[in-house]
């Protein structure tokens, strides 16, 4: 069983196969030649694991992120941003990262970030005499803040796999993802300092409240998905629909930037992604299943609990596996194939679910764009004609910070549990 279950995976990931290729061939040679169960069981955990009213959101909110990615809404997003910070060194990189955050709590996909920001902001920090490795490093590192901050389609899947509320993981993402905002913003004012770039304009409230009004539509999305969920008005997939409908009436009817066409290919570029997403999501409840029937999990928390390790090295060595996951495989994978395994052995330590759930997002958001294979370094190559050289010399220093972060939020848990209790009451 340990051959169908451990090397047959490690073999076809190392071949290069699909992952939902790996846990599928993994799960069919531990069912064949293994366990004396129907092949029937193999259909039955398939379709099982995709019937689940919270993965419903999933392509609602992708639907609602290639709506809003279209058209001029990241650049009103850009304008009120920049209004607001004013004249301070280094304004172009830090409306970058505002509007990044506010842009990931429309769409919840980092890589539609790094697309749609980086066009809009890429030819104005040129302009600005920003260094290209700075802010190729800046956009490719900040639009992974997005997997952090609701809503985030990862985390969805994270808690339907954990058996964890999603309303609460929203909740818990909240103050890391801005604190990681808030250190990609004081870095890049120290660097701006050092190095003498633009300082924006003086602020002016005409601007500020001409901006605001030009953006009000495009800002309101996560004002009416978080509100929603936290005023008791409906849950995070109802959000998501609400959410969806409410992309379709602005560009289309409000900006009137978007026609059938559009409409259109966005439909088919949200059905294409969501096929990915769940035949990945189907073949990992198989994979998982057989994990737990086999007692996987219950073996390894007993391996754990003869190890006698401290909480501290237990959190340290999981953050180190989950780097090196994420280096290679995307977040979805990543979560699907280690959740089964990783949370009965958190629970055993009394780490709590939600606090565990953030920490694997960050650090799978840093493996958004760690080299060699970070998908934002390639998103960033393509979608904005940069070479990878520039890419990998500029995401040095923003990968020190997202390292500093993922510490202070892995060994202080209150910087994700408070902000839960704060929006959920307890």
């Known amino acids: 069983m340990s051959f169908a ?35 029937a069981a193999l259909h039955q955990n398939l379709f099982g ?79 600005g005499g920003y260094p290209e490795p700075f802010a190729a490093g800046l956009i490719t590192a900040v639009g992974a803040i997005d997997i952090i901050i609701p809503p985030s389609i990862p985390m969805i899947v994270y808690g339907m796999a ?19 905002a808030g250190l990609l913003a004081a870095y890049v004012v120290w660097t701006a300092k050092r190095q003498g770039f633009e300082s924006g304009v003086q602020f002016s409230l005409r601007r500020a409240m001409h901006v605001a009004r030009r953006g009000t539509w495009a800002l309101g999305a996560p004002f009416i998905i978080l509100g929603g ?6 849950s995070p997939t109802e959000a998501a629909a609400v959410a969806c409908v409410y992309a379709a009436l602005v560009t289309w009817l409000v900006f009137r930037e978007l026609g059938w066409r559009d409409v259109l290919e966005a439909s088919v570029e949200t059905v294409l992604f969501t096929g990915q997403v769940l035949i ?25 609990e003869t190890m006698k390790i401290s909480r501290w090295e237990f959190l340290l060595a999981i953050n180190v596996l989950l780097l090196l996951v994420g280096c290679f495989l995307d977040p979805l994978s990543a979560i699907l194939l280690l959740t089964p395994l990783l949370v009965p052995m958190v629970k055993a ?18 493996g958004l764009f760690h080299p060699p294979f970070g998908i934002n370094i390639f998103v960033a190559q393509s979608a904005l004609g940069l070479r990878l050289e520039v890419i990998y010399r500029g995401i040095v220093p923003f990968l020190f910070l997202y390292l500093v972060a993922l510490l202070l939020i892995t060994y202080i848990p209150e910087i994700s549990l408070i902000s839960a209790r704060f929006f959920m009451g307890g």
């Open 280 to 304: 990945i999501v189907a073949c990992a409840s198989v994979f998982a299943w057989l994990l737990t029937v086999n007692q996987v999990p219950a073996a390894t928390v007993a391996w754990l």
């Open 162 to 180: 954990a058996q964890e509320s999603v309303p609460r993981l929203y909740a818990a993402g909240v103050l890391p993802g801005l604190l990681i």
């Open 229 to 234: 969920i936290y005023g008791g008005v409906f």
């Open 49 to 127: 694991g995709i019937d689940a009213f919270a993965l419903l959101a999933v392509p609602f909110f992708i639907y609602a992120g290639e709506l809003m990615s279209r058209g001029s809404v990241a650049q009103r997003i850009v304008d009120f941003v920049q209004a607001g910070i004013g004249r301070i060194p280094g304004s172009l990189g830090v409306t970058t990262v505002g509007t990044s955050a506010i842009f990931g709590a429309i769409s919840g996909a980092s890589a539609a970030t790094v697309a749609t920001v980086g066009k809009a902001m890429l030819p104005a920090m040129r302009r």
């Open 349 to 366: 330590m009394g780490i709590d679910t939600v606090h565990f759930g953030i920490v694997v997002m960050v650090n799978l958001a840093i």
């Open 5 to 39: 279950l451990a090397v047959v995976p490690l073999v076809l990931l190392l071949l290069g196969f699909p992952i939902y290729i790996v846990l599928l061939a993994a799960s069919s040679a531990a069912l064949v030649f293994f366990m004396n169960v129907r092949i």
